[in-house]
C-alpha cells in the first residue's frame, strides 16, 4: 500500500513555517509551567502548540494566466513566482531564473487559495456516524471551555476533498451550534498532518463560537431548563459577560499588584480573551434584529463581534453593520430550512459589499466547502439580476482577503500579494464556471494537488485500499 502523500515529511523536521515572522513554540517549550492568562500573557500562550511545517517545495513560475490576486485586482497574461513558500512576484513580464519550474498556463487562471471561514471537517467528519460526532458539547448552554481542535480528526476524507475539488488552503472548525457559547474554534492550514497541531495555522488567533434565535432554546428549551425564548438566550449571554468581567478584573489586579493569584476557570479564561481583543467572536445568527441586539450586548459589555455566520438577513442592515466593522460570512441561497432562515435573498452578499459592509461566502458543509467559487458565482449571478455588477477580481475578494482578515492572518495569506504564504490555485479555466476544477494547488510553495499526476492527489489514511482510492499493491 503507497500513501500518496506521505506523512514521514512532518517527521523530518522540515523548516518551520511561522507566518507572521514569529518563531514557532516547540511543545515543550513551557513543559510544567501552569502559566496565567492574561491580556499579552496568557492567553498567548498554547498547551496545544503548532508544530506546523511546511511541505517542501520548489522554485516555481507559473506563466500566461489570468490572475485574480485576492484583494481585487486581475492580471491578464500574468505570472506569478514563488519559492521558498513565499509570493515573491506577481505581474506581466517574469524572467525565468535558472532552477525555476516554469508551468506554462495558457487557458488558466490563478488565484489565491480559498479560504472557508466556517467549517466543521474533522470534528464533524466522514463517515458521518454517531462514533464520530463530536462538534457539540450539548450539555449545557455555555460550554466556552471546549475547544473545537480537541475533536480534529486529522484523518477525515472532507480535507483532501476541500483541496482537490474546491482548492480550500485554509479553513476555520468551529463547534456546533447548539450553545450560546460553543468553545474555541481553530485554524488551519489544509495540509496532511498526523495530529491536529500539524495542521494548526502558526501564529492565527483563537475564535469563540457563539450562537443566537433557534438553536440553543430549542436545544436547552427541550430540556427543560434555560434559555427557551430569545430573551432568555440575551438574558444568559449577559450573566455571563458579567462574570467574565468579573473574572478579568481580578486577573488585572493580580497582574498588575500580585498577592494570591485568582482561581484559573478554563471557560472565563477564553471570554477574558475576547475581553483583551485575543480571541475573535465568530457568532451564528439569522436574523437582522438579532444581530442588532448582539452588537449592543457586545457593546454593553465591551467585546466586538468579528463576524455574523449564516446572516441571511444582513442585507437589512448593513449600514449597522458596516458603522459597527462586523462582517457577514454568509451563503449563497440556503434558506427556509427553518423559521429563522426564511428570509433569504441570493443578493445578500452583494448587497453588504456594496453598502461598504464586510462579506464572505462561507460553507457550513462537507459538500458546500468543495464547490465554494460555484457558490460566488451564483451570488454573481443574482446581483446581476439585481442590476449589481460584481466583477470575477472582486469576487475572489470573498473568498480570499476578506475571509483571511475575519480570521486575523490577512497579513500573511488571503492573497497574492510578494511576502505572504505562496498558497495558489491553478484552476483548468474560468474559476466561476461549473465545468472548471482545480489544476493544480500549491500549499506554502508546495504542490500538493496535481490533476494530472496520480501520485499528487491526496487521499486519506482512513481511504486507503478502499475501491478507487489510493494506489494498492
Known amino acids: ?221 427541550s430540556k427543560g431548563r434555560m434559555p427557551s425564548t430569545r430573551m432568555g438566550n440575551i438574558a444568559v449571554d449577559r450573566a455571563t459577560w458579567l462574570k467574565a468581567r468579573e473574572y478579568d478584573r481580578k486577573w488585572d489586579k493580580y497582574e498588575a499588584d500580585g498577592g494570591d493569584a485568582p482561581s484559573r476557570d478554563l471557560a472565563m479564561d477564553t471570554l477574558r480573551g475576547v475581553l483583551d481583543g485575543e480571541i475573535l467572536v465568530h457568532n451564528h445568527c439569522y436574523r437582522a434584529d438579532e444581530m442588532a441586539i448582539v452588537m449592543d450586548m457586545a457593546q454593553e459589555m465591551g467585546y466586538k463581534v468579528t463576524a455574523f455566520h449564516h446572516a441571511v438577513e444582513s442585507y437589512k442592515i448593513a449600514d449597522l453593520l458596516k458603522a459597527r466593522g462586523v462582517c457577514s460570512a454568509v451563503w449563497a441561497d440556503w434558506y427556509g430550512f427553518k423559521m429563522e432562515s426564511y428570509d433569504a435573498i441570493g443578493e445578500n452578499l452583494a448587497i453588504l459589499d456594496q453598502q461598504g459592509a464586510c462579506a464572505m461566502i462561507h460553507s457550513d458543509s462537507e459538500n458546500g466547502i468543495q464547490r465554494l467559487n460555484q457558490e460566488v458565482a451564483k451570488v454573481i449571478a443574482s446581483a446581476r439580476r439585481a442590476g449589481i455588477t460584481v466583477t470575477p477580481e472582486h469576487a475572489w475578494t470573498w473568498l480570499a482577503i476578506n475571509p483571511a482578515r475575519a480570521l486575523g492572518i490577512d497579513k500573511v495569506t488571503g492573497s497574492l500579494k510578494a511576502g505572504k504564504m505562496a498558497d495558489v490555485v491553478l484552476w483548468n479555466g474560468d474559476p466561476f464556471s461549473v465545468y472548471t476544477r482545480p489544476q493544480m494547488v500549491w500549499v506554502d510553495g508546495a504542490l500538493l494537488y496535481d490533476a494530472n499526476n496520480p501520485k499528487l492527489r491526496p487521499v486519506s489514511d482512513f481511504e486507503l485500499g478502499q475501491p478507487g482510492e489510493g494506489d494498492v499493491k
Open 1 to 221: 500500500m503507497i500513501r500518496t502523500l506521505t506523512l514521514a515529511a512532518l517527521a523530518a523536521g522540515l523548516v518551520a513555517c511561522t507566518g507572521d515572522g514569529k518563531p514557532v513554540r516547540s511543545a515543550s517549550a513551557d513543559a510544567g509551567k501552569d502559566k496565567a492568562p492574561g491580556a499579552g500573557k496568557g492567553y498567548d500562550h498554547d498547551p496545544f502548540p503548532s508544530t506546523y511545517r511546511a511541505y517542501p517545495g520548489r522554485p516555481t513560475l507559473v506563466t500566461n494566466v489570468t490572475i485574480l490576486d485576492g484583494e481585487g485586482g486581475r492580471i491578464d497574461r500574468g505570472s506569478v513566482l514563488f519559492r521558498d513558500g513565499k509570493i515573491v512576484e506577481v505581474g506581466q513580464t517574469i524572467a525565468a531564473a535558472d532552477g525555476v519550474t516554469v508551468i506554462d498556463g495558457q487557458g488558466k487562471w490563478v488565484t489565491p487559495g480559498v479560504i472557508d471561514v466556517h467549517s466543521h471537517l474533522g470534528d464533524y467528519p466522514s463517515p458521518g456516524v454517531e462514533a464520530n460526532s463530536d462538534g457539540n458539547e450539548m450539555t449545557g448552554p455555555v460550554t466556552a471551555e471546549v475547544w473545537a481542535e480537541h475533536s480534529i480528526w486529522p484523518q477525515d476524507p472532507g480535507f483532501a476533498r476541500a483541496l482537490t475539488n474546491g482548492g480550500v488552503t485554509t479553513l476555520q472548525i468551529l463547534p456546533g451550534s447548539a450553545n450560546l457559547m460553543g468553545g474555541r474554534s481553530v485554524t488551519l492550514k489544509n495540509v496532511y498532518g498526523r495530529t491536529m497541531q500539524a495542521m494548526k495555522f502558526p501564529g492565527a488567533p483563537y475564535g469563540l463560537k457563539m450562537a443566537c434565535g433557534e438553536n440553543p432554546k430549542r436545544v436547552y428549551g
